[in-house]
């Protein structure tokens, strides 16, 4: 019994460890400038992570005071919590999937297609209901106007490696035919019947390509990138909680079968 439980606590330990990755990949995606503008996409997988150190402490409480009751709950809110987090995994990765991005000839830069991202996204994230309170937010954000200190000259913008964001909404498509002036600010006549987004474009700042459906596939680029590297993270850690867990409850069993065969001894 006592060598089961020592066992279970060292895996406890483990478990406890692989909350770190979750929540450091939760706070993560919660600092950058896009997921600032979506709150209810900030912070459920930092709170997945802490729900994780909670549960491996109750366990680890239980195995080293010899708590059968405390390592119950343990095993129950563990495979929760792991069924909860790949749910996460799977939904992401599913979503994530389709990429809206080309390539622009002669551009460091790529620019976005709202058609090419996953429904599920276009509609939670762009939909008309959410929209409006996301482009303020990215309007008073410091994304765009960074870029004029960023970039001086036209070679030096066309050639550089802009963000999905920094593509769909700061400037307008190129497509539409402007002459740069600065990183946010285009003249000419425009190419209207190119694309709906260059008779939106205005070199106001606080319009920008805002209202674009470039700069909304901008975002959803942005969040494809951040997650889809976050699910590297995922992945392992998740392979590991469940090879911990099945060790966690072939110990607690062994330990259940030991004390019943000692009682009837």
């Known amino acids: 019994m006592a060598v089961s439980n020592n066992l279970t606590a060292i895996l406890n330990f483990i478990a406890l460890m692989c909350s770190i990755p979750i929540i450091s990949a939760g706070i993560w995606l919660a600092s950058k400038p896009d997921n600032e503008c979506i709150r209810w996409l900030r912070w459920p997988l930092v709170f997945i992570g802490i729900a994780f150190l909670l549960v491996t402490l109750t366990g680890f409480v239980g195995a080293y005071w010899k708590k059968e009751g405390l390592l119950g709950v343990y095993l129950v809110c563990m495979f929760m919590l792991i069924v909860l987090l790949l749910v996460l995994l799977v939904l992401?990765?599913?979503?994530?999937?389709?990429?809206?991005?080309?390539?622009?000839?002669?551009?460091?830069?790529?620019?976005?297609r709202l058609e090419g991202f996953s429904p599920w996204l276009r509609d939670h994230i762009t939909g008309n209901d959410n929209w409006g309170g996301i482009?303020?937010?990215?309007?008073?954000?410091?994304?765009?106007?960074?870029?004029?200190?960023?970039?001086?000259?036209?070679?030096?913008?066309?050639a550089a490696h802009l963000s999905p964001i920094e593509s769909g909404c700061c400037k307008p498509p190129i497509i539409c035919g402007f002459q740069y002036s600065s990183p946010t600010t285009w003249i000419g006549?425009?190419?209207?019947?190119?694309?709906?987004?260059?008779?939106?474009?205005?070199?106001?700042?606080?319009?920008?390509?805002?209202?674009?459906?470039?700069?909304?596939?901008?975002?959803?680029?942005?969040?494809?990138?951040?997650?889809?590297?976050?699910?590297?993270?995922?992945?392992?850690?998740?392979?590991?909680?469940?090879?911990?867990?099945?060790?966690?409850?072939?110990?607690?069993?062994?330990?259940?079968?030991?004390q019943l065969f000692r009682r009837y001894k």
């Open 92 to 112: 992401a990765f599913v979503v994530t999937r389709p990429n809206g991005a080309y390539y622009v000839p002669g551009m460091g830069f790529r620019e976005y």
């Open 189 to 258: 006549p425009s190419n209207v019947a190119a694309d709906a987004d260059c008779a939106i474009w205005n070199n106001d700042p606080r319009q920008l390509c805002y209202n674009c459906d470039s700069c909304k596939a901008g975002l959803l680029g942005n969040l494809r990138e951040e997650w889809r590297r976050a699910n590297i993270i995922l992945i392992i850690t998740v392979v590991v909680l469940i090879c911990v867990y099945l060790i966690a409850c072939s110990a607690y069993k062994n330990a259940q079968t030991e």
């Open 135 to 158: 482009r303020a937010c990215l309007a008073e954000s410091h994304i765009c106007p960074k870029l004029a200190h960023k970039y001086v000259s036209a070679a030096d913008f066309f």
